[in-house]
């Protein structure tokens, strides 16, 4: 089955601090991996995104995600936190096995120690 | 706008009425999706226009949830006799299927309380 797994429910960090936030799916061949943002009171934004290539994938903010396919993973990394990175994120995987829909994860919450 | 816009933001109703929310996409965006968030959880699937193929209603979670399209433009989500555990955040995003990957643009949602 098509499943998408986010194991940390809740992460904190202290602001400056690296940051790593999991993400393992069950899927087909071909994932399209994505990493989203949600700040608090706002909408959904695309934080990165892998689909071929170069297995290290650079985003918004200073995000970078790895595709790691042997261990059907694609984790989020910041070297150094802001305050302003507290949100929700989420990851998803999407393509060509479940007609290009995506397959969403629960989220982890990531909370900013001063 | 160059966004997916969405209206209302906010809906507060009672229980029993019935709600319609509506999905402005990006102009030129072919898949339009419905999803709901409820407090502190992650993204459900409701559901999925394609340009003119038949949507894809497998998320819907009963009868009372239904969904249209005008072409490839505006959606409205219509929710019949409204109950207590149908308050979430509703969520619509498109994306441009032709390109080959799913890449959604989200709207700002609509925040619907039942009362």
């Known amino acids: 089955a098509q499943s998408v797994t986010q194991p940390d429910i809740h992460i904190t960090v202290s602001e400056g601090a690296s940051l790593e936030l999991r993400c393992n799916y069950s899927?087909?061949?071909?994932?399209?991996l994505f990493w989203y943002v949600q700040s608090p009171g706002q909408g959904l934004q695309l934080l990165l995104k892998?689909?071929?290539?170069d297995t290290l994938v650079q985003g918004i903010k200073g995000f970078e995600a790895e595709f790691k396919r042997s261990q059907s993973s694609f984790n989020l990394r910041k070297p150094s936190v802001h305050w302003s990175d507290a949100a929700e994120y989420f990851c998803?995987?999407?393509?060509?096995?479940?007609?290009?829909?995506?397959?969403w994860g629960a989220g982890t919450k990531l909370i900013i120690k001063p | 706008g160059a966004g997916v816009s969405q209206s209302p933001s906010n809906k507060v109703t009672e229980k029993g009425k019935d709600v319609e929310l509506r999905c402005d996409p990006i102009?030129?965006?072919?898949?339009l999706y419905w999803y709901r968030q409820r407090l502190g959880q992650g993204l459900e699937f409701l559901i999925y226009?394609?340009?003119?193929?038949?949507?894809?209603k497998s998320g819907l979670p009963s009868d009372r949830f239904s969904a249209e399209r005008t072409g490839e433009s505006v959606s409205t989500l219509t929710i019949q006799r409204t109950q207590q555990e149908d308050s979430a955040v509703y969520l619509c995003?498109?994306?441009?299927?032709?390109?080959?990957?799913?890449?959604?643009?989200f709207g700002p949602g609509t925040r619907l309380t039942v009362l």
């Open positions: 102009s030129g965006h072919t898949a």
């Open positions: 995003a498109s994306s441009i299927r032709e390109l080959g990957y799913n890449e959604q643009f």
């Open positions: 998803a995987v999407g393509g060509p096995d479940s007609n290009y829909q995506l397959i």
């Open positions: 892998y689909f071929s290539g």
């Open positions: 899927y087909g061949a071909t994932p399209y």
């Open positions: 226009f394609q340009g003119n193929s038949a949507p894809d």
